[in-house]
Protein backbone atom coordinates (compact mmCIF):
# COMPACT_ATOMS: atom_id res chain seq x y z
CA UNK A 1 0.00 0.00 0.00
CA UNK A 2 1.27 3.28 -0.42
CA UNK A 3 0.66 6.40 1.43
CA UNK A 4 0.58 10.22 1.16
CA UNK A 5 0.86 13.06 3.68
CA UNK A 6 0.03 16.91 3.19
CA UNK A 7 1.07 18.49 6.46
CA UNK A 8 -0.32 21.87 5.64
CA UNK A 9 -4.03 21.99 6.34
CA UNK A 10 -4.30 25.12 5.17
CA UNK A 11 -2.13 27.93 3.73
CA UNK A 12 -2.88 31.44 2.84
CA UNK A 13 -0.74 33.80 -0.47
CA UNK A 14 -1.23 37.04 -1.49
CA UNK A 15 -2.41 37.43 -4.78
CA UNK A 16 0.47 37.69 -7.87
CA UNK A 17 2.62 35.63 -5.19
CA UNK A 18 4.62 32.20 -4.84
CA UNK A 19 2.94 29.40 -2.67
CA UNK A 20 4.35 25.97 -1.98
CA UNK A 21 2.38 22.95 -0.97
CA UNK A 22 3.90 20.12 0.98
CA UNK A 23 3.28 16.50 0.18
CA UNK A 24 5.44 13.31 1.31
CA UNK A 25 4.66 9.84 0.42
CA UNK A 26 5.82 6.34 1.46
CA UNK A 27 5.76 3.70 -1.25
CA UNK A 28 7.47 0.22 -2.13
CA UNK A 29 7.32 0.03 -5.63
CA UNK A 30 9.54 1.13 -8.09
CA UNK A 31 7.06 2.17 -10.62
CA UNK A 32 4.28 5.02 -9.57
CA UNK A 33 2.63 8.15 -10.57
CA UNK A 34 2.05 11.48 -8.66
CA UNK A 35 -0.51 13.76 -8.81
CA UNK A 36 -1.96 17.07 -7.62
CA UNK A 37 -5.94 17.43 -7.65
CA UNK A 38 -7.41 20.65 -6.92
CA UNK A 39 -11.20 20.83 -5.74
CA UNK A 40 -13.03 23.71 -5.65
CA UNK A 41 -16.08 24.76 -3.65
CA UNK A 42 -18.06 23.31 -6.73
CA UNK A 43 -16.59 19.60 -5.45
CA UNK A 44 -15.02 19.16 -8.95
CA UNK A 45 -11.67 17.64 -8.91
CA UNK A 46 -9.58 19.20 -11.54
CA UNK A 47 -5.99 17.46 -12.20
CA UNK A 48 -3.13 19.77 -12.35
CA UNK A 49 -0.33 17.96 -13.04
CA UNK A 50 0.95 14.57 -12.65
CA UNK A 51 4.69 13.20 -12.39
CA UNK A 52 5.85 10.13 -13.55
CA UNK A 53 8.44 8.80 -11.30
CA UNK A 54 10.66 7.06 -13.78
CA UNK A 55 11.31 10.84 -14.87
CA UNK A 56 14.40 13.03 -13.53
CA UNK A 57 12.89 16.61 -14.64
CA UNK A 58 10.12 18.09 -12.67
CA UNK A 59 6.74 18.35 -14.34
CA UNK A 60 5.54 21.76 -15.11
CA UNK A 61 1.85 23.21 -16.17
CA UNK A 62 2.00 26.48 -17.10
CA UNK A 63 1.94 28.81 -13.43
CA UNK A 64 2.44 24.91 -11.61
CA UNK A 65 5.60 23.60 -11.04
CA UNK A 66 6.41 20.66 -8.72
CA UNK A 67 10.03 19.77 -7.04
CA UNK A 68 9.93 16.20 -6.93
CA UNK A 69 12.95 14.77 -4.68
CA UNK A 70 12.18 10.59 -5.19
CA UNK A 71 15.06 10.12 -2.70
CA UNK A 72 13.33 12.11 -0.04
CA UNK A 73 9.63 10.89 -1.66
CA UNK A 74 8.87 14.40 -1.25
CA UNK A 75 6.37 16.18 -4.41
CA UNK A 76 5.64 19.81 -3.52
CA UNK A 77 3.50 21.98 -5.68
CA UNK A 78 4.58 25.25 -7.02
CA UNK A 79 1.93 28.05 -7.79
CA UNK A 80 3.63 30.90 -9.45
CA UNK A 81 1.57 34.19 -9.63
CA UNK A 82 -1.27 33.07 -7.49
CA UNK A 83 -4.59 34.05 -8.68
CA UNK A 84 -7.82 34.11 -6.81
CA UNK A 85 -9.17 31.32 -8.79
CA UNK A 86 -6.52 29.31 -7.51
CA UNK A 87 -8.52 29.23 -4.41
CA UNK A 88 -9.29 25.94 -3.33
CA UNK A 89 -8.59 22.61 -1.75
CA UNK A 90 -5.34 20.65 -3.16
CA UNK A 91 -4.27 16.94 -3.57
CA UNK A 92 -1.53 15.25 -3.35
CA UNK A 93 -2.37 11.64 -4.89
CA UNK A 94 -0.31 8.65 -5.40
CA UNK A 95 -0.88 5.67 -7.87
CA UNK A 96 1.26 2.31 -8.74
CA UNK A 97 2.03 1.48 -12.82
CA UNK A 98 -1.33 -0.29 -13.16
CA UNK A 99 -3.54 2.22 -12.03
CA UNK A 100 -5.45 0.51 -10.40
CA UNK A 101 -5.94 2.66 -7.27
CA UNK A 102 -5.43 6.02 -6.35
CA UNK A 103 -4.31 7.31 -2.57
CA UNK A 104 -4.68 10.47 -1.45
CA UNK A 105 -3.40 12.91 1.01
CA UNK A 106 -6.03 15.08 3.47
CA UNK A 107 -5.74 18.21 1.84
CA UNK A 108 -4.37 21.74 1.79
CA UNK A 109 -7.04 24.40 1.53
CA UNK A 110 -5.33 27.54 -0.13
CA UNK A 111 -6.65 31.11 0.40
CA UNK A 112 -5.39 33.69 -2.13
CA UNK A 113 -6.16 37.20 -0.68
CA UNK A 114 -6.70 40.29 -2.88
CA UNK B 1 -18.00 17.06 -24.88
CA UNK B 2 -20.03 15.69 -21.51
CA UNK B 3 -18.07 14.95 -18.85
CA UNK B 4 -18.20 12.51 -16.00
CA UNK B 5 -21.94 13.07 -14.53
CA UNK B 6 -23.41 11.51 -11.19
CA UNK B 7 -27.10 11.60 -9.63
CA UNK B 8 -28.79 11.91 -7.54
CA UNK B 9 -26.01 15.21 -6.58
CA UNK B 10 -28.00 14.71 -3.26
CA UNK B 11 -29.59 12.35 -1.22
CA UNK B 12 -30.76 12.09 2.38
CA UNK B 13 -32.10 8.79 3.44
CA UNK B 14 -33.09 7.24 6.76
CA UNK B 15 -30.55 4.98 8.88
CA UNK B 16 -31.47 1.37 7.86
CA UNK B 17 -32.13 2.31 3.87
CA UNK B 18 -30.81 1.19 1.14
CA UNK B 19 -29.56 3.78 -1.54
CA UNK B 20 -28.22 3.52 -4.88
CA UNK B 21 -26.30 6.16 -6.42
CA UNK B 22 -24.97 6.22 -10.66
CA UNK B 23 -21.99 7.29 -12.15
CA UNK B 24 -21.78 7.73 -16.04
CA UNK B 25 -18.27 8.07 -17.24
CA UNK B 26 -17.36 9.63 -20.19
CA UNK B 27 -17.69 7.67 -23.56
CA UNK B 28 -15.31 5.05 -24.64
CA UNK B 29 -13.51 5.27 -21.22
CA UNK B 30 -12.73 1.83 -20.22
CA UNK B 31 -11.75 2.98 -16.28
CA UNK B 32 -14.10 3.83 -13.46
CA UNK B 33 -13.54 4.70 -10.09
CA UNK B 34 -15.47 5.53 -7.21
CA UNK B 35 -14.18 6.64 -4.19
CA UNK B 36 -15.57 8.29 -0.41
CA UNK B 37 -14.76 12.10 0.22
CA UNK B 38 -15.96 12.51 4.31
CA UNK B 39 -15.81 15.99 5.26
CA UNK B 40 -12.54 17.70 5.77
CA UNK B 41 -11.04 14.86 4.62
CA UNK B 42 -9.19 13.12 1.56
CA UNK B 43 -10.70 11.01 -1.05
CA UNK B 44 -10.32 7.42 -0.08
CA UNK B 45 -10.62 4.99 -2.39
CA UNK B 46 -13.65 2.48 -3.09
CA UNK B 47 -13.53 0.00 -6.08
CA UNK B 48 -12.35 0.04 -9.98
CA UNK B 49 -13.53 -1.12 -12.67
CA UNK B 50 -11.08 -1.89 -15.90
CA UNK B 51 -12.82 -2.58 -18.88
CA UNK B 52 -14.55 -6.55 -18.59
CA UNK B 53 -11.82 -7.80 -15.96
CA UNK B 54 -12.78 -8.38 -12.25
CA UNK B 55 -13.35 -5.42 -10.36
CA UNK B 56 -10.82 -4.23 -7.49
CA UNK B 57 -13.11 -4.13 -4.66
CA UNK B 58 -10.39 -3.79 -1.95
CA UNK B 59 -11.28 -0.46 -0.94
CA UNK B 60 -15.07 -1.90 -0.03
CA UNK B 61 -15.62 -0.66 3.65
CA UNK B 62 -18.01 -3.56 4.49
CA UNK B 63 -20.18 -5.81 2.73
CA UNK B 64 -23.22 -3.52 2.47
CA UNK B 65 -21.31 -1.55 0.27
CA UNK B 66 -21.39 -3.08 -3.92
CA UNK B 67 -21.04 -1.78 -6.87
CA UNK B 68 -21.60 -2.60 -10.55
CA UNK B 69 -20.76 -1.49 -13.94
CA UNK B 70 -21.71 -2.94 -17.24
CA UNK B 71 -18.82 -3.13 -19.97
CA UNK B 72 -17.77 0.78 -20.29
CA UNK B 73 -20.91 2.10 -19.23
CA UNK B 74 -22.79 3.14 -16.25
CA UNK B 75 -22.12 2.62 -13.03
CA UNK B 76 -24.04 2.11 -9.71
CA UNK B 77 -22.65 2.08 -5.62
CA UNK B 78 -25.47 0.54 -3.77
CA UNK B 79 -25.57 1.05 0.21
CA UNK B 80 -27.69 -1.36 2.30
CA UNK B 81 -28.76 -0.71 5.87
CA UNK B 82 -27.28 2.51 5.68
CA UNK B 83 -25.67 4.00 9.21
CA UNK B 84 -24.84 7.27 10.08
CA UNK B 85 -21.16 6.94 9.24
CA UNK B 86 -21.87 6.18 5.78
CA UNK B 87 -22.40 10.50 5.07
CA UNK B 88 -19.80 11.35 2.90
CA UNK B 89 -19.40 12.68 -0.34
CA UNK B 90 -19.35 9.54 -3.08
CA UNK B 91 -17.27 10.47 -6.05
CA UNK B 92 -16.81 8.77 -9.47
CA UNK B 93 -13.99 9.31 -12.01
CA UNK B 94 -13.62 7.87 -15.33
CA UNK B 95 -10.07 6.94 -17.45
CA UNK B 96 -9.21 6.79 -20.97
CA UNK B 97 -7.19 3.79 -20.42
CA UNK B 98 -4.87 2.58 -23.31
CA UNK B 99 -2.02 4.23 -21.83
CA UNK B 100 -3.63 7.52 -20.53
CA UNK B 101 -4.39 7.18 -16.95
CA UNK B 102 -5.90 10.97 -16.00
CA UNK B 103 -8.90 10.49 -14.50
CA UNK B 104 -11.73 12.70 -15.11
CA UNK B 105 -13.96 13.37 -11.62
CA UNK B 106 -17.63 14.25 -11.48
CA UNK B 107 -19.36 16.28 -9.25
CA UNK B 108 -20.51 13.78 -6.74
CA UNK B 109 -23.11 13.04 -4.65
CA UNK B 110 -23.62 13.71 -1.42
CA UNK B 111 -25.29 11.49 1.03
CA UNK B 112 -26.68 12.27 4.45
CA UNK B 113 -27.70 9.12 6.67
CA UNK B 114 -30.42 10.38 9.39
Known amino acids: AQTVTQSQPEMSVQEAETVTLSCTYDTSESDYYLFWYKQPPSRQMILVIR??????QNATENRFSVNFQKAAKSFSLKISDSQLGDAAMYFCASTTYNFNKFYFGSGTKLNVKP | GAGVSQSPSNKVTEKGKDVELRCDPI?????LYWYRQRLGQGLEFLIY????????KSGLPSDRFSAERTGESVSTLTIQRTQQEDSAVYLCASSPGQGRHEQYFGPGTRLTVT
Open chain 2, 27 to 31: SGHTA
Open chain 2, 49 to 56: FQGNSAPD
Open chain 1, 51 to 56: QEAYKQ
